[in-house]
């Protein structure tokens, strides 16, 4: 399965963004799809996640301003980003697990999201 993610670009702080991760399968089959940043040097996070039945987790620190949710019909996982902040800026992967845990988990190349002050 290949993940394709999208939507990234440059905004100012305040604003708003919506990331796309389409993939190449179905992915109605795939337990958990999550969307995950980074910064150079720094570890990848979890920024959100979304179960096959539609239970969702956050980060706290993007709690209350970012939404995500998936639309198997179109294989495509979305990343809702409102009042962004400079401390958002990273590249964002979105993740795909079959299973609740292990393998096989497929990655996306990344989008780079940049939040101007």
């Known amino acids: 399965v290949q993940l394709q993610a999208s939507g990234g670009g440059l905004v100012q702080g305040g604003g708003s963004l919506t990331l796309s991760c389409e993939a190449s399968a179905s992915i109605s089959n795939m337990h958990t799809m999550t969307w995950y940043r980074q910064i150079p040097g720094a570890q990848r996070d979890l920024v959100a996640l979304?179960?096959?039945?539609?239970?969702?987790n956050y980060a706290d620190s993007v709690k209350g301003r970012f939404t995500i949710s998936r639309d198997n019909a179109k294989n495509t996982v979305y990343l809702q980003m409102n009042d962004l902040k400079p401390e958002d800026t990273a590249v964002y992967y979105c993740?795909?697990?079959?299973?609740?845990?292990?393998?096989?988990?497929?990655w996306g190349q990344g989008t780079q999201v940049t939040v101007s002050s």
């Open positions: 979304i179960t096959r039945g539609g239970r969702t």
């Open positions: 993740r795909a697990q079959r299973f609740t845990s292990g393998p096989p988990i497929y």
